[in-house]
């Protein structure tokens, strides 16, 4: 589990079919081979850690097929920062809201413009996700968690202040872009309880 607070922004450092390694500053005495942690949202294995002169690390994670296929992992190349969260321990504080890791579909960036010290994105979902979203709820995005400010069908704002800004990819990010979505989990059980009970009226 994740809470979306991004902890560090690395960089793809090589990539070769489906393996990765990721250039990161976390202390890799301090990750166990095994371990959780989350790429623009997606929960990947690491599988093996090297200490790197100057400081951090890098290290491996392995990306099957149908995370390549419903992510935007495909279509990353070496140099590409990324957003990186470690997993939640137990006892520490929870920051943004309950996070899986588990990418649900990819968003569409359709525009951002600047209001006041802050950026308003737009981003278009897919219907079938549309119906998860809704005003004043959580979202992850790009493993980022952050507040649904407006629902318009299938699309929504959210508004991203200075320090996420400075402190994540999203200032890369520009329309067209595709972006990581998953869905506040509680929405998706409230959906589905919301489906049985219609499915149980006679």
């Given at each position: 589990?994740?809470?979306?607070?991004?902890?560090?922004?690395?960089?793809?450092?090589?990539?070769?079919g489906?393996?990765?390694?990721?250039?990161?500053?976390y202390?890799p005495?301090t990750i166990?081979?095994?371990?959780s942690?989350?790429?623009?949202?997606?929960?990947?294995?690491v599988?093996?850690?090297e200490?790197?002169?100057?400081?951090?690390?890098?290290?491996?994670?392995?990306?099957?097929?149908?995370?390549?296929?419903?992510?935007?992992?495909g279509?990353?190349?070496?140099?590409k920062?990324?957003?990186?969260?470690?997993?939640?321990?137990l006892?520490a504080?929870?920051?943004?809201?309950?996070?899986?890791?588990?990418?649900?579909?990819?968003?569409?960036?359709k525009?951002?413009?600047?209001?006041?010290?802050?950026?308003?994105?737009?981003?278009?979902?897919?219907?079938?996700?549309a119906?998860?979203?809704?005003?004043?709820?959580?979202?992850a995005?790009?493993?980022?968690?952050?507040?649904?400010?407006?629902?318009?069908?299938?699309?929504?704002?959210?508004?991203?202040i200075?320090?996420?800004?400075?402190?994540?990819?999203?200032?890369?990010?520009?329309?067209?872009?595709?972006i990581?979505?998953?869905?506040?989990?509680?929405?998706?059980?409230?959906a589905?309880?919301?489906?049985?009970?219609?499915?149980?009226?006679?």
């Amino acid at each position: 589990m994740f809470t979306g607070i991004i902890t560090d922004v690395g960089k793809l450092h090589e990539m070769a079919g489906g393996h990765m390694r990721i250039r990161s500053s976390y202390d890799p005495s301090t990750i166990d081979i095994g371990a959780s942690i989350a790429h623009d949202g997606c929960c990947l294995t690491v599988t093996d850690t090297e200490t790197v002169s100057g400081g951090g690390c890098v290290y491996g994670v392995d990306i099957g097929p149908e995370t390549l296929s419903v992510t935007t992992l495909g279509d990353w190349s070496v140099g590409k920062r990324i957003n990186l969260e470690r997993a939640l321990g137990l006892g520490a504080e929870l920051g943004g809201h309950m996070v899986t890791g588990h990418v649900d579909g990819l968003g569409t960036l359709k525009s951002r413009k600047i209001e006041g010290s802050s950026e308003r994105f737009t981003i278009e979902v897919p219907l079938e996700l549309a119906r998860y979203i809704a005003a004043k709820g959580s979202i992850a995005l790009n493993g980022t968690s952050l507040t649904v400010n407006e629902v318009t069908d299938i699309s929504f704002g959210i508004c991203l202040i200075p320090h996420t800004l400075q402190v994540t990819n999203w200032n890369e990010l520009k329309a067209g872009d595709q972006i990581n979505l998953e869905i506040d989990v509680l929405a998706r059980y409230v959906a589905r309880l919301n489906d049985m009970e219609h499915l149980e009226r006679p």
